[in-house]
């Protein structure tokens, strides 16, 4: 994966430094996947409208280790139905950008969130909240894929259940086999659902990963690097699905590669030294950056 970004990048920078032809090299959006050799056709569309609502507001949004400080004055808006990716070099607070928006900085002792973030217009640190019940609102899908020790099933089926969300049994294997269809994983389970999650591959893992944070009928999706243990193949039916459910959801998806970025998202944030520097819509920010250092780490001078 690293190798195709830096072919990638090093061909960004060559055409930045010709002819400017980043659009060109994107192919805004059929890149090539060198590593396979496998092109990507998924069609890029636009970005969603500026004008409605955003879904998620964040505003000065600073967060503390300890003494330290990971980020600073983060405000950042999150429109519904796309997906955001969040880009920049390892250690500029993308992660833990991610985790304020679900609390799960709360969990670590040292961690201390300062700003506002509002879901739908509301304050998610505000000391009424339900924070079980914002976790189901806001799923979250890590870099490794982590299924319980469960069968299939149960690692579908053990959200709703904990948050009530279906009357009966029936009910229960419906929203399994439906979270499981969405998440394009059923055909290949659908007669081994009593065989323990561990027991998939790490790209099925993942997917089953996807279906449980999406049993719980989420209105948001956070993904740490969700592709980054994962071959080309099933990076790319990864890819293919995060695009079927922003038909659904609101997505915000960390990343390392620059083209999976510019293939599926919408918008992009990018984030140096705990600052984000610069946000906008994906084709813009990877056409026309308007900071020197978004330019430096798109075109592969750093990080
Ligand atoms: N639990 C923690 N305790 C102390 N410091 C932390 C903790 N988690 C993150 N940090 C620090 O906060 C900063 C931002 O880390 P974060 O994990 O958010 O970066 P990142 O952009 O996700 O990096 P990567 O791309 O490597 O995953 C780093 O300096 C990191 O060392
Ligand atoms: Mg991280």
């Given amino acids: 994966m690293l190798r195709t970004d830096l072919t990638l990048s090093m061909r960004l920078s060559t055409d930045f430094c010709t002819s400017g032809l980043i659009p060109r090299a994107l ?43 990971a980020l600073f004055d983060v405000s950042l808006d999150i429109p519904e139905h796309a997906v955001t990716a ?15 928006i679900n609390r799960m900085n709360d969990v670590i002792d040292i961690a201390r969130v300062t700003g506002k973030i509002e879901l739908d217009g509301v304050d998610i640190y505000d000391p009424s909240i339900d924070v079980v019940e914002l976790r189901a609102r806001v799923g979250m899908v890590f870099q490794k894929p982590n299924p319980f020790p469960k069968s299939i099933f149960e690692n579908v089926a053990y959200g709703p259940r904990i948050h009530g969300l279906t009357r009966d049994k029936t009910d229960l294997e419906e929203l399994v086999v439906t979270s499981l269809k969405r998440a394009s994983l059923f055909d290949e389970v659908k007669d081994r659902l009593d065989d323990p999650g561990t027991s998939l591959s790490g790209g099925q893992q993942q997917r089953l990963c996807i279906a449980r944070a999406i049993a719980t009928q989420p209105e948001v999706i956070l993904m740490d690097e969700p592709a980054s243990a994962l071959d080309p193949i099933a990076t790319a039916r990864i890819e293919e699905l995060i695009d079927e459910l922003r038909q659904n959801y609101t997505i915000l998806i960390v990343t390392h590669s620059m083209q999976q970025a510019a293939r599926v998202s919408q918008k992009t944030a990018f984030f140096h030294l705990g600052h984000l520097v610069e946000h906008g819509d994906t084709d813009q920010i990877f056409t026309n950056p308007k900071d020197q250092r978004t330019q430096d780490y798109i075109t592969g001078r750093f990080g």
């Fill in 27 to 69: 192919g805004i959006l059929g890149v090539t996947d060198e590593a396979t050799d496998k092109t990507v056709t998924m069609q890029k569309t636009a970005a969603p409208k500026t004008s409605a609502k955003p879904k998620i507001s964040s505003k000065n949004v600073c967060v503390f280790y300890g003494e330290k400080q």
């Fill in 86 to 100: 969040l880009i920049g070099p390892s250690g500029c607070g993308k992660s833990t950008y991610l985790r304020c």
